[in-house]
């Protein structure tokens, strides 16, 4: 079944600049929207919120980074062993995968309460981390 909407044209700007920085094509992100708020939803959508939620707050253990930091620190003292360097190599990894994670599970989030991804990060305080190496250059 198909249905055909005329929309204002401000409301369809907003759609597509809401749909594309939530990095979805503007028509899946108006289905999920309408299936978002069919009634019955609220609960399943409320459990998904925490268990998105949960994936954006769990982070790396301390030991975790405190090793990696350890081997970024023996890389840039150029003291590093080649075992050491398989490590740091796995570890970031680890971390490139636990970040790509949290992202997608931030993306979703924003597409589940309709904001753009952008203000959804600033809502939670999440934002990019200055390195010491990020800020020599």
């Known amino acids: 079944m198909s249905i055909v909407l005329d929309l204002p044209q401000d409301l369809e700007q907003k ?12 028509d899946a992100y108006i289905l999920r929207l309408l ?4 009634q019955g939803q609220p609960s399943q959508e409320k459990s998904r919120t925490i268990a998105l939620l949960q994936l954006i707050n769990r982070g790396l253990p301390p030991e975790i980074w405190s090793r990696f930091h350890c081997l970024v620190q023996k890389r840039e003292d150029h003291t590093l062993s ?11 990894e680890s971390i490139d995968i636990a970040h790509a994670q949290r992202m997608e599970a931030l993306v979703e989030l924003a597409m589940l309460q309709n904001k753009p991804l952008e203000a959804l990060m600033d809502e939670l305080g999440i934002g990019p981390v200055a390195h010491e190496s990020d800020q020599k250059n």
């Open 82 to 92: 080649d075992a050491e360097l398989a490590e740091l190599i796995e570890l970031t």
């Open 15 to 26: 759609l597509r600049a809401t749909a594309s920085a939530a990095g979805q094509n503007v």
């Open 35 to 38: 299936e978002n708020n069919v």
